[in-house]
């Protein structure tokens, strides 16, 4: 089984950078589709962007384009999701999420951005970003 454990959350000021990690045990994670998702206080939790297992496509929320790069070390088994000119609406719990039930499977937009199609899920990451 794949487990995820998020870090790298924490205060930044607004125009400053972070780069959260995703950390995963399992043989299997570099078979497999990971996305970052993110929950502000009171919405929903919303898609941020989605990496395939071989780390050759990558697609991101419109809303963040140009500020976010995910990317991934399969030798390392960590996806990591740097994020840059950030602002206090970023502020939200990060998560990492895991498509386990489809290996080598050739990832769209249409399927990253969906939440359930992942079925494993960190416990977040906090960033919070003051004004």
């Known amino acids: 089984q794949v487990q995820l454990v998020e870090s790298g959350g924490e205060l930044v000021q607004a125009g400053g950078s972070l780069r959260l990690s995703c950390a995963a045990s399992g043989r299997t994670f570099s078979h497999i589709n990971i996305g970052w998702f993110r929950q502000a206080p009171g919405k929903d939790r919303e898609f941020v962007a989605a990496i395939s297992w071989s780390g050759s496509s990558t697609y991101y929320a419109d809303s963040l384009k140009g500020r976010v790069t995910i990317s991934r070390d399969n030798a390392k088994n960590t996806v990591y999701l740097q994020m840059n000119s950030l602002k206090p609406e970023d502020t939200a719990v990060y998560y990492c999420?895991?498509?386990?039930?489809?290996?080598?499977?050739?990832?769209?937009?249409?399927?990253?951005?969906?939440?359930?199609?992942?079925?494993?899920w960190g416990q977040g990451t906090q960033v919070t970003v003051s004004s």
């Open positions: 999420a895991a498509d386990t039930k489809n290996p080598f499977y050739s990832l769209t937009y249409g399927l990253g951005a969906v939440q359930t199609r992942y079925d494993r």
